[in-house]
């Protein structure tokens, strides 16, 4: 029997009042949802996606701080290149000067880990939510969605490509999410470093699909699509200041 690290995470917080909220939370969603969409085959699967974008834009200003942080940082990458450049003998004045660039540009660039951290324990709540719906609502243990057993891991079949559209989804959805907020700049040793982790997070990402049950799927799918979004408007507004900067 496998037992991972997130396994132990997911016991420790499986009775805290974050769980709790989010399952009335859920159900709440659901009574709404249903009231409209009779078909169990088609509330659940709306309130999965409906319960995600909810808690994403909840937490968008703390989203916000974290991508600003990135997406600002890779922007200061070739400036803090030249000054690494010019005062490779200094250290001391390396680090004044970088600070002083950190400064000017507003930045912290420890700016986007307490955003993360906050988030972590709702990700983690959210993920037990919909792992373990069926023992919240027997329910949904015979719903399927867009053609897949919500409580089911995704059987694939060559007949019926559709069941292998989620998992996929979840790897490429995940990859493009990490490479929005990465260097453009591809060309050194620590940028090249950055993408292959996010070519391992996607095939990781996909091949856990393959085990997860639908509903969970469909919750990180629902969620990198609200993460694409939200980091694409970030990213136009970051460069809309940074363009009237230069006029």
């Not at 070739?78 to 000067?97: A, G, R, V």
């Not at 880990?113 to 988030?119: K, R, S, T």
């Not at 990465?182 to 070519?199: D, R």
């Amino acid at each position: 029997m496998e037992v991972t690290f997130l396994s132990y995470a997911l016991i420790s917080v499986k009775t805290s009042w974050l769980n709790n909220a989010f399952i009335q939370f859920f159900n709440i969603i659901h009574s709404a949802v249903q009231s409209v969409f009779t078909s169990p085959n088609i509330s659940y699967g709306i309130s999965i996606i409906l319960v995600t974008i909810i808690i994403r834009g909840i937490l968008f200003p703390l989203n916000y701080k974290q991508i600003r942080s990135s997406v600002v940082m890779n922007e200061l990458q070739p400036e803090i290149k030249k000054i690494q450049t010019k005062y490779k003998s200094d250290p001391q004045k390396l680090q004044q000067e970088t600070m002083k660039l950190y400064k000017e540009k507003g930045v912290n660039p420890l700016g986007g880990c307490l955003p993360l951290i906050i988030q972590w324990p709702i990700l983690i709540a959210l993920y037990y939510v919909f792992n373990n719906l069926s023992t919240i609502d027997p329910n949904i243990n015979t719903a399927s969605f867009l053609g897949l057993k919500l409580m089911g891991v995704p059987v694939l079949s060559p007949d019926k490509w559709y069941t292998w559209i989620l998992p996929l989804l979840s790897g490429a959805l995940t990859y493009y999410s990490t490479i929005m907020i990465s260097p453009k700049n591809q060309e050194n040793a620590q940028n090249k470093q950055m993408n292959t982790m996010s070519v391992s997070m996607a095939i990781l990402i996909t091949f856990m699909s393959f085990k997860f049950n639908t509903a969970l799927v469909l919750y990180w799918v629902t969620n990198s699509v609200v993460q694409i979004v939200q980091t694409f408007i970030i990213k136009r507004m970051e460069d809309n200041k940074l363009a009237k900067q230069k006029i």
